[in-house]
């Protein structure tokens, strides 16, 4: 599932390839993806003869500004969405939103699972805050990141993943940070101190920027300092080579090398 490293690699991507590029048109091969009611005839309206001025993220959203004073797009990428900048116009199989510049070439929303979602919203703040998102993960400073875990109950894997606590983290970056850190993921956030809150914040740091570096993939971060090349490798623990163990939290898969992350008492 894409996570804030994978929504800074394509926003990145739009600033570099999408911008002042006036559009011809629109196509959208399935409705489903346009959010919120969007009907297919009215964001072709709003975006024909546009042009994308700027982008913006939060979280695991991307933003991307249509016109000087106008609206933006929101993208959301689901469980399987990204985006490409298509020049020759070969279309992705499942490119089910397609903005079409002038000159040649496209933007192409892919989503092949149909969970991602096209909106068309006012401001990114205004998006944020109707959707009760918490900070972002990698913007935010320690104070900033502590203070949504104040009074909080339940698991800290399950805190992490929580957008309105912290935007950006999924399931992969979060069972990372917690193994830099030695936390376990079933550990709950009242039997963490605020110095394992705060080492838990520089972690998430170094996975992310150490995520980003590597264009969003996992298996590229380097295998003697990280858990995710082994996740899907040997599934041993790069520290100590004891194999890695993985049980079920807030619903979602975790990974933890018991050597290193105790099981809470």
Excluded at 40 to 49: A, I, M, S, T, Y
Excluded at 78 to 84: A, L, P, S
Excluded at 173 to 202: C, F, K, W
Excluded at 240 to 261: D, F, I, K, N, W
Aim: with cysteine; net charge negative; aromatic share 8%.
């Amino acid at each position: 599932m894409p996570e804030l490293p994978d929504a800074v690699v394509y926003r990145r991507r739009l600033a570099d390839a999408a911008l002042s590029r006036p559009i011809a048109d629109t196509t959208v091969v399935d409705p489903l993806i346009l959010g919120d009611g969007l009907e297919p005839h009215r964001f072709d309206k709003v975006l024909r003869g546009r042009t994308l001025t700027d982008t913006h993220r939060h979280g695991k959203h991307v933003f991307v500004r249509y016109g000087e004073e106008t609206g933006w797009l929101a993208l959301h990428f689901g469980m399987t969405g990204r985006v490409e900048i298509v020049e020759d116009g070969t279309m992705p199989e499942y490119a089910y939103v397609q903005i079409h510049f002038e000159e040649g070439g496209a933007l192409a929303f892919e989503c092949p699972r149909k969970f991602a979602r096209v909106r068309l919203i006012d401001t990114p703040e205004s998006f944020v805050g109707a959707k009760d998102l918490g900070p972002d993960a990698c913007r935010a400073d320690v104070e900033t990141f502590l203070a949504p875990f104040e009074n909080r109950r339940g698991t800290i894997k399950g805190r992490l993943l929580d957008q309105s606590v912290v935007a950006g983290l999924g399931n992969i970056y979060a069972d990372e940070a917690l193994y830099q850190e030695g936390i376990h993921p079933r550990t709950t956030v009242p039997a963490l101190s605020e110095a394992d809150l705060r080492g838990l914040y520089e972690a998430i740091q170094t996975v992310l920027d150490a995520a980003v570096a590597v264009d969003a993939d996992p298996e590229a971060l380097d295998p003697d300092r990280f858990m995710l090349p082994h996740r899907y490798g040997d599934e041993h623990c790069p520290k100590t080579g004891v194999p890695l163990e993985t049980e079920t939290v807030s619903g979602r898969t975790a990974y933890y090398s018991p050597a290193r992350q105790p099981r809470p008492e």
